[in-house]
Nanobody, 128 residues
Framework: QVQLVESGGGLVQAGGSLRLSCATS????????RGWFRQAPGKEREFVAS????????FYGDSVKGRFTISRDNAANTVYLQMNSLKPADTAVYYC?????????????????????WGQGTQVTVSS
């Protein structure tokens, strides 16, 4: 069974940084687009960032642009989300996602329906 395992969440003060990781043992994912989403209590799951299969293209949600950076290490089958200048509004459960649709391998999908697999989520809490 395919698994995506997030790590790196925690409690941080406003203005601080965290780095999330999403690892998988599924080598197939190294060729396809990956993404990060987040969900705050009482809100819908929101797109954060995505990266193409080679890592050559990235795309960000407006609320994180300029503060977050998505990257990937295909040799390690891992995707990262570096989060800087964190705000209380960034508090949410963060989910990584993967797609095995080759159509998206060179693209940066940003909609939930474009992804086939999801991690269990990691909590990020930013205190003011």
């Amino acid at each position: 069974q395919v698994q995506l395992v997030e790590s790196g969440g925690g409690l941080v003060q406003a203005g601080g940084s965290l780095r999330l990781s999403c690892a998988t043992s599924e080598r197939t994912f190294s060729s396809y687009a990956r993404g990060w989403f987040r969900q705050a209590p009482g809100k819908e799951r929101e797109f954060v960032a995505s990266i193409s299969g080679t890592g050559g293209s990235t795309f960000y949600g407006d609320s994180v642009k300029g503060r977050f950076t998505i990257s990937r290490d295909n040799a390690a089958n891992t995707v990262y989300l570096q989060m800087n200048s964190l705000k209380p509004a960034d508090t949410a459960v963060y989910y990584c996602a993967a797609t095995t649709n080759i159509y998206y391998s060179g693209r940066t999908p940003s909609y939930r329906y474009e992804y086939d697999y999801w991690g269990q989520g990691t909590q990020v809490t930013v205190s003011s």
